[in-house]
């Protein structure tokens, strides 16, 4: 607010009249009044940070007292009081600014005075921004008035105080066992909305029911672990002791989410710590369910294939009532790679809110040296208000425990907080001191209030401490003696709240030891139902999961084929744009090309295969959702499924334009990320069943930025969680003298990763085999992830062309396709060359020119799940074959030869009955997984080839 306008609240009362003349006649003439005002009113009448910033420098220089030179004299002003001098009003206003600065620096920096620590070992800092002396005031000073007008509306009534009565209400706002970090908000509204909650005493006001509900749920969460510290003596259950406040957070959380607006759902993260505590106490999983985990007993029924997991990485879903109101609570799943499941909550969230609206809150739990350590938080954070990977704000809870495993705080990051991350993406953060259950409440309320306000993210750092070690065998005082001297000697939060609310005499002694009992004896009742637990159908499967078959449980493959119409209406989508369009020529030209695949029926390319497999899933009601870097366009320039156009850069998606009734592709290009990314839309394909979701790597290689995913969530969910995932990995592989990280999307990685049917790896030669692969991941009764090593010089190869009734009438997904040359005569090859992805073309064409026909070659176009059966009928079919070869391009020591030589051995030698053995044709190890030289890649090529051919 423009210090002009306060001008009535600053100097108010008789002398109003006085002043606002004076006023008016400055403004026409500054030399109509006398100089002492003329530079008062001068000063005030710019905006008051703007004064300020001039007066005090730059943001980043020591802060120094307001002072303006004036040289007031003894001119009479005539106030209610009586009279007063120029100099006397000159010095209340001077006084009045000094003070404004003192209450923002409250603002701004009391939190580093705050008490935060319940252990007392980190002592609040001393800030000189704090101390009324930076400002000019002396002791003395405390107690003269001086004009704050609106600065103080919201914490003390009137306009006129002494500091000394202004600065207890500041450190009690602003230094007590809450800190508050907003002034650093880009957002002036979200500055100031944040201004007047903090400030308002209303907003921190509970009352005795409040109170009690507190304790009831602070008596379940100590409680719990309480029981289980007795009953399972050296058991790791990383549990929250120490960080119990945790509970009534989360409960206060969700109940005024739903309550006050309407959330449908919430979808938690969370590391190991304290998880057990959750889904108990907050999601609902039974305890006698838990109970039975503790004794050794699976969370699954025998029937349901899969190496489960421990109980303190398990997830759990169940719809709950909550004031009156269905509420559908989500604990993720989660490795020990802490932070990891961040993007797949997030992701989880946006596909709830692509199917249905809005209201879905996503809530991150942390520990502190997570949250300052492991980067996916950072990306995470990145992608907060992306237009592809927003979830209108999350609420992030970090539950701080001072220590990393053995870490000291101050060894775990270079930051003042652990939070302070969070200000990249703009976040407010407030600290609070877990041992004030009330304080801890009262935040998250406004947390809530914030995120539905501005739907953006805010951190709530609880600040607690962890009662036993890393783990409950673990002991803690080998590394911090004096840190585990204050834990042994400091009570729990139960025993610390129940003692205060009767010092209050909001309840009484009786109460809180029933309240406690009460608890116990429910845990000791469900400890001896556990003994008869049996684990039924999972709960946590909701909608169309509940439709998918378990590995072993009936599973089938349903047609892929599409009728032509469908096809050409399809074709007609994406070879237009709308009228007024302006369309960039080369893509016209483009375009046009399509047109005419369509017309004549042939050389549909990779980029017009995959447009068919996405037009028909949309018609038939399936949303399409790829993101990547680059993938609108296509990192070659083959994709292009969003137009833009070239006066108004707005863009054109032709797929979405195929029908009125049709589903929606959404394409977005990513951040440059891809944990974070990767992690999102594994998240997003774990929510919708129905959606093809699919990542795009800008090169394959990248992929390794994301492995945490693919080896803990992508690879091993099913086995682990019964989590099914039909994710889609796009990643561009290939050698073409590219150098190292150009080539290699590491296939033997993933073929390494694969076992009882987790996932399919495949390396497609033509367009209608993927058009038929990404429709089975649809067309079936139950969901895989897909991992491609996709093309990048077929996408344009003249050879790795297909027709259009390939993609139609009784077509479908080719796991190995046969000899296509009728010059080769299967009863007269004498050698079979098995391969995959586009080394076959530079084999094809070599065989074609040496008139090589009595070498077959014999693409796997999936190489997990190994087609066995159909390998074997084909090695039949070359009755006269005793010569067997793989090739491949990428060294030995990787691509696809260690996983499939010995699987296409075993089936020679049982079809020839014969000890023979599999020839390998390609490079020798390496430790690098491709040349730079695009000589040295030329001349390796050229070589593999010719010895698989045995030219």
Known sequence: MAIADQIASVFSGSNAAYLAELYAKWRQDANSVDPSFAQIFSAMNDDKTVVMDDVRGPSWAPRKPVKIELEPDDKPALTKEGKVTAKQLYQAANDSLRAVELINAYRSFGHFNAVLDPLSIHKPTECKELNPETYGFKKEDLDRPVFMGDVTKNFLPGEIHTLGEVIPVLRRIYCSSIAWEYTYLQNSEQQQWFREKVESQKNHVLNADDKKTILQELAEAVGFETFCQKRYVGVKRFGLDGGESLIPALRTLIRHAVANYDIQSVAMGMAHRGRLNVLTNIVGKSFPALFSEFAGKSYKSDDIPGVGDVKYHLGYRKQVQMNGKDVDLVLEFNPSHLEAADPV?????????????????????????????????????????????????????????????????????????????????????IHVNGDDPEAVVSVMRLAVDYRERFATDIVVDIVCYRRFGHNETDEPTFTQPIMYQAVHKHKDIYQLYAAKLQDEGVISAVETEKYWSDFQNYLQKSYEEADNYHPGTPEWLKGDWKKMQWRGKNRKDFSTAVSIDDLKRIGKAISSYQAGFNCHPKLVRQLEAKAKMFETGKGFDWATGEALAFGSLLLEGHPVRLSGEDCQRGTFSHRNAMLFDQKTQQPYIPLNHIATDQAKLDI???????????????????????????????????????????????????????????????????????????????????????????????????????????????????????????????????????????????????????????????????????CSGKVYYDLLIARREAKKNDVALVRVEQLYPFPTDIVKKLIQSYSGAQEFVWCQEEPQNMGAWQFISGKIEAIVQTVKNSPIKIEYAGRTAQASPAAGLMSVYKAGQEQLVKQALNL
């Open 345 to 429: 909550v997030e992701g989880r969230v946006r596909a709830m809110q692509d199917a249905n609206g809005q209201k879905h809150l996503a809530v991150l739990m942390h520990g502190d040296a997570a949250f300052a350590g492991q980067g996916v938080v950072y990306e995470t954070f990145a992608m907060s208000r992306l237009p592809g990977y927003k979830t209108n704000g999350t609420i992030h809870v970090v539950t701080n425990n001072q220590i990393g495993f053995t870490t000291s705080t101050e060894y775990g990051h270079s930051g003042y907080y652990c939070t302070d991350v969070a200000k990249v993406a703009k976040a407010p953060v």
């Open 668 to 834: 977005y290009n990513s951040l440059l990320s891809e944990f974070a990314v990767l992690g999102f839309e594994y998240g997003y394909s774990c929510e919708n069943a129905n959606a093809l979701v699919l990542w795009e790597a800008q090169f394959g290689d990248f992929a390794n930025g994301a492995q945490i995913i693919i080896d803990q969530f992508v690879s091993a969910a099913e086995s682990k969680w019964l989590q099914q995932s039909g994710l889609v990995l796009l990643l561009p592989h290939a050698q073409e003298g590219q150098g190292a990280e150009h080539s290699s999307a590491r296939l033997e990685r993933y073929l390494q990763l694969s076992a009882e049917e987790n996932m399919q790896v495949c390396n497609f030669t033509t367009p209608a085999n993927y058009f038929h692969a990404l429709r089975r991941q649809l067309k079936r009764n139950y969901r895989q992830p897909l991992v491609v090593m996709s093309p990048k010089s077929l996408l344009r190869h003249p050879l790795a062309q297909s027709t259009l009734a390939e993609f139609t009438d009784k077509t479908e997904f080719l796991q190995v396709i046969d000899e296509i040359d009728a010059s080769v005569n299967h009863q007269k090859v004498k050698r079979v060359v098995f």
